[in-house]
């Protein structure tokens, strides 16, 4: 039971350039969520998906896309990166009310 | 709209000292206060929920819902205490999505 588990843990990109966040999770959750965590800023939520195949958007969602094509997994795509979207990205899925976190993506984008 | 705040970025106290963490929510319905913390360079991880009325690591919070409140207490705060700590709520039984407060980064001096 690995519980839940972000790929890749660094990531530094170019301007322009896509990439795409796993996160993954084996607890058999319905609810997924990505955050970004800043200084100040606390964490913000991104989007988020209540079950396989839906998504929503959260607090600050221009500038990413996400997909939960299967009920384990939950991208977060950056199309065409910006400065603005170097964070620390977490992802996190609950069971009931209780939310367990990825250990963070620390993207850079220069 | 589920809001949570908390008004204070940053907090230091002494070693033994009594520490309060203020959180404060909006919402309309019956929501789920929790407390998360993170250590640093951990992930988040949860510390405590309002329905467990539970201490943990000489933690307590109280739900205050005259006020609106759901501040953490500490009567005699250790050093190991220092870290971010995160108020978040959500939709009683898991309906809404998980909203966190801005942080207060706890810092306890020897």
């Known amino acids: 039971n690995a519980g839940v588990t972000q790929t890749p843990k660094f990531r530094v990109l170019k301007t322009g350039q896509s990439m795409t966040l796993l996160c993954a999770q084996d607890?058999?959750?319905?609810?997924m969520y990505w955050y970004r965590q800043d200084p100040g800023m606390g964490l913000r939520l991104i989007h988020y998906?209540?079950?396989?195949?839906?998504?929503a958007k959260g607090e600050v969602p221009d500038g990413y896309n996400v997909s939960r094509l299967k009920k384990q997994n939950f991208l977060l795509g950056l199309e065409s990166a910006a400065p603005s979207q170097t964070s620390v990205y977490f992802c996190a899925s609950t069971r009931g009310t209780e939310a367990f976190f990825g250990q963070g993506t620390r993207l850079t984008v220069v | 709209a589920q809001r949570v705040t908390q008004p204070e970025k940053l907090l230091s106290v002494f070693k033994g000292a009594p520490v309060e963490l203020k959180c404060n929510y909006s919402y309309s319905g019956s929501p789920e206060l929790f407390w998360y913390v993170q250590y640093s360079r951990q992930r988040l991880q949860l510390l405590l929920r309002?329905?467990s009325r539970e201490s943990i690591k000489g933690f307590t919070a109280d739900l205050n819902k005259g006020e609106t409140s759901f501040h953490l207490k500490k009567p005699f705060a250790q050093e190991e205490d220092s870290a971010m700590y995160y108020c978040?709520?959500?939709?009683?039984?898991?309906?809404?999505?998980?909203?966190f407060g801005k942080g207060t980064k706890l810092t306890v001096n020897p």
């Open positions: 607890m058999n959750h319905e609810y």
């Open positions: 978040a709520l959500i939709g009683k039984g898991g309906s809404e999505k998980l909203v």
């Open positions: 998906s209540v079950g396989e195949g839906t998504t």
């Open positions: 309002h329905i």
